[in-house]
């Protein structure tokens, strides 16, 4: 255990839904018997996450990763379980595979939305009863191998589609963590970008622009790309690194580097589809924004009807503003239709019931609330944090009798300045 690195020290970051995440990955590392799903978008670190379970579970065997999508499909049954000497031509000898190595350890299976399907039913076996049996051998072998899998693709999507089996799905998703991409992370952004550039070009800096261009840009590769366009940017420039500097390796056109209000409504309505509704408080943290700049933009929303604010005071939050009763009847998909039922039934629903009712992600799981608010037949429910909900915006026709009752939800208040 001495000879081990401090995982936490490399994960670079004083957001506070990075803080969740670390501390999210950190209570689930005790408990030993669970299987841990890590999902995020590319770029965003899942490995370095798998690596911290693995440090914190004080496991005394090896971590391993591989990585399921860069594999050929024929070669990913004896990386993984291994083979027995003849099993196939060039096979001279026995050779364990990674389930073996990293007995007493963790193996991180990255990209798992990747595995072969046929391939599936045997490693699930191997995840439910700790049992592998190499290529070619009718041996079986016990091993302790704690699973860490990762994904950026809608897994529970693709049980759908029949292109992932659903009982290794339920096997993997013993505790499920989304790590959050860097655009929702605010200034850790600038951490994150002065970190690449010291480590090999200590002599420069950048320039006020350029850090305003870091902190809006979008960010789709996350974190892997902002590195490789920090160092880009940096040995084209002398000393000082500005934004003529960093757009010719950026993918996709970034908005302009004062921060307009196009940039700062996106990342508002971003953080506020993540968590339902958001204080001033937690979007500031995850938008980088000072109190003012954050104060005009969310009046200038308040004015367009595109927010609408929730509770008074020190218990303000802000929330996606509800449709129009004129707009034309949405079509729902069947997890939507799913979560409208919920709420009929149970009144109410918050997050992570959404994604348990519907099997799908926390990510997904929020696009989907977010959808049903825009179509006015959700509406936050005012409370706060992890707390929050969403209950009906009108009562449905299977909660009525006789004639239609008014919405037991109060309108949304005149806009006021913030």
């Known amino acids: 255990m001495a000879g081990r690195t401090n995982i936490k020290a490399q994960i670079l970051g004083t957001s506070k839904v990075l803080r969740d995440?670390?501390?999210?990955?950190?209570?689930?590392?005790?408990?030993h018997a669970v299987s841990v799903l890590i999902e995020g978008e590319t770029g965003t670190g899942k490995e370095l996450a798998?690596?911290?379970?693995?440090?914190?579970?004080?496991?005394?065997?090896?971590?391993l990763a591989i990585n399921c999508a860069a594999i050929p499909k024929d070669l990913v049954e004896s990386e993984l379980f291994g083979y027995a000497r003849g099993a196939f031509s060039g096979a001279h000898r026995e050779h364990a595979g990674l389930f073996e190595q990293a007995d007493g350890g963790t193996l991180f299976l990255d990209e798992v939305g990747e595995l072969p399907l046929a391939l599936q039913a045997k490693?699930?076996?191997?995840?439910?009863?700790?049992?592998?049996?190499?290529?070619?051998?009718?041996?079986?072998?016990?091993?302790?191998?704690?699973?860490?899998?990762?994904?950026?693709?809608?897994?529970?999507?693709?049980?759908?589609?029949?292109?992932?089996?659903?009982?290794?799905?339920?096997?993997?998703?013993?505790?499920?963590?989304?790590?959050?991409?860097?655009?929702?992370?605010?200034?850790?952004?600038?951490?994150?970008?002065?970190?690449?550039?010291?480590?090999?070009?200590?002599?420069?800096r950048f320039s006020r622009e350029a850090e305003a261009l870091l902190l809006d840009y979008p960010w789709p590769g996350n974190i892997r790309e902002l590195q490789n366009v920090v160092r880009a940017a940096a040995i084209d420039a002398r000393r000082t690194i500005g934004p003529?500097?960093?757009?010719?390796?950026?993918?996709?056109?970034?908005?302009?580097?004062?921060?307009?209000?196009?940039?700062?409504?996106?990342?508002?309505?971003?953080?506020?589809?993540?968590?339902?509704?958001?204080?001033?408080?937690e979007l500031r943290d995850a938008t980088g924004l000072?109190?003012?700049?954050?104060?005009?933009?969310?009046?200038?929303?308040?004015?367009?009807?595109?927010?609408q604010r929730l509770g008074e005071g020190r218990h303000v939050r802000y929330a996606r503003a509800t449709a129009r009763d004129d707009d034309a009847s949405p079509?729902?998909?069947?997890?939507?239709?799913?979560?409208?039922?919920?709420?009929?039934?149970?009144?109410?629903?918050?997050?992570?019931?959404?994604?348990?009712?519907?099997?799908?992600?926390?990510?997904?799981?929020?696009?989907?609330?977010?959808?049903?608010?825009?179509?006015?037949?959700?509406v936050p429910d005012g409370r706060p944090g992890k707390a929050a909900g969403y209950v009906l915006a009108r009562p449905s026709s299977s909660q009525t009798?006789?004639?239609?009752?008014?919405?037991?939800?109060?309108?949304?208040?005149?806009?006021?300045?913030a």
Do not use: W
Request: glycine residues 6%.
């Open 21 to 31: 995440a670390i501390a999210r990955l950190e209570r689930v590392a005790r408990v």
């Open 50 to 63: 798998a690596q911290l379970v693995h440090e914190k579970s004080r496991r005394h065997g090896r971590f």
């Open 123 to 204: 490693v699930l076996r191997a995840v439910q009863e700790g049992e592998v049996r190499r290529v070619g051998s009718s041996d079986v072998r016990k091993v302790d191998v704690r699973i860490v899998a990762a994904t950026h693709r809608d897994l529970r999507a693709m049980a759908d589609a029949g292109e992932f089996r659903e009982d290794l799905l339920y096997r993997l998703r013993g505790y499920v963590i989304h790590l959050p991409p860097l655009r929702v992370r605010g200034r850790d952004v600038l951490l994150l970008a002065r970190h690449f550039l010291k480590e090999t070009f200590r002599s420069k």
């Open 244 to 281: 003529e500097h960093l757009v010719p390796h950026m993918d996709v056109d970034p908005p302009d580097s004062d921060g307009g209000p196009g940039s700062r409504t996106d990342a508002i309505l971003e953080v506020i589809d993540e968590m339902g509704s958001a204080s001033p408080a």
């Open 290 to 307: 000072t109190r003012t700049t954050l104060r005009r933009a969310i009046n200038d929303m308040l004015a367009a009807g595109i927010v």
């Open 331 to 378: 079509e729902l998909t069947p997890r939507q239709r799913l979560i409208i039922r919920h709420v009929e039934n149970a009144g109410r629903i918050t997050r992570q019931e959404c994604a348990e009712t519907t099997g799908a992600s926390l990510r997904t799981a929020s696009r989907d609330l977010s959808e049903l608010v825009r179509h006015g037949l959700l």
């Open 401 to 417: 009798t006789g004639p239609q009752c008014p919405s037991p939800t109060p309108p949304a208040r005149p806009a006021q300045p």
